[in-house]
C-alpha cells in the first residue's frame, strides 16, 4: 500500500452527468404513462388508462399554448417576454483574467489610446496647416 491512495475516500465523486429529458417525462405526464399490463385484459381498464393518458397529453399542450399566446401577447403590447430558461445554460461565466494578464491588458489600452490622441492632434495640426497657409 503506498503513501497516498489512488481513491481517497475524502474526495467527492462528479455525479454522471444527465441524460437529455424526453418531454414526457415530465412530471404532469409521468402518472399517465402506461404501465406494466394488467393481468387482466379488460377493455375498460384500458380505455380508461388511454383516456387518461390522452386527458394528461392534451393539458400539458394546453399549457403550452397557454404559455405561447401569453408570450405573443405580451409581444404585441410591447412588453418583453420574460426569457426562456428552458435551453439556457447557466455556469456559463466570464473568463477571469490573472492579474499580469489584467495589467498587460491596460498597459496596452492606455498606450493605444495614447497613440490615438497623437495621431489625432497630428491630423488636426496638418489639417490647420493646409487651411492656413494657402493651399
Same mark, same amino acid.
Given at each position: 500500500?503506498?503513501?497516498?491512495?489512488?481513491?481517497? +475516500?475524502?474526495?467527492?465523486?462528479?455525479?454522471?452527468?444527465?441524460?437529455?429529458?424526453?418531454?414526457?417525462?415530465?412530471?404532469?405526464?409521468?402518472?399517465?404513462?402506461? +404501465?406494466?399490463?394488467? +393481468?387482466?385484459?379488460?377493455?375498460?381498464?384500458?380505455?380508461?388508462?388511454?383516456?387518461?393518458?390522452?386527458?394528461?397529453?392534451?393539458?400539458?399542450?394546453?399549457?403550452?399554448?397557454?404559455?405561447?399566446?401569453?408570450?405573443?401577447?405580451?409581444?404585441?403590447?410591447?412588453?418583453?417576454?420574460?426569457?426562456?430558461?428552458?435551453?439556457?445554460?447557466?455556469?456559463?461565466?466570464?473568463?477571469?483574467?490573472?492579474?499580469?494578464?489584467?495589467?498587460?491588458?491596460?498597459?496596452?489600452?492606455?498606450?493605444?489610446?495614447?497613440?490615438?490622441?497623437?495621431?489625432?492632434?497630428?491630423?488636426?495640426?496638418?489639417?490647420?496647416?493646409?487651411?492656413?497657409?494657402?493651399?
Amino acid at each position: 500500500m503506498s503513501l497516498f491512495s489512488r481513491k481517497p +475516500k475524502n474526495r467527492r465523486r462528479r455525479p454522471a452527468p444527465s441524460q437529455k429529458k424526453d418531454i414526457l417525462d415530465s412530471p404532469a405526464l409521468k402518472s399517465a404513462k402506461p +404501465k406494466k399490463r394488467a +393481468k387482466s385484459e379488460d377493455l375498460v381498464g384500458q380505455v380508461y388508462q388511454l383516456n387518461a393518458q390522452i386527458g394528461a397529453i392534451e393539458n400539458f399542450l394546453a399549457k403550452k399554448t397557454a404559455e405561447q399566446l401569453h408570450r405573443e401577447r405580451m409581444k404585441h403590447e410591447g412588453v418583453i417576454p420574460p426569457p426562456d430558461r428552458s435551453g439556457s445554460k447557466r455556469s456559463v461565466k466570464k473568463q477571469t483574467l490573472s492579474h499580469a494578464e489584467r495589467r498587460r491588458y491596460h498597459a496596452e489600452r492606455s498606450k493605444s489610446g495614447l497613440n490615438f490622441l497623437i495621431l489625432f492632434c497630428f491630423a488636426l495640426a496638418i489639417g490647420w496647416w493646409l487651411i492656413f497657409s494657402g493651399v
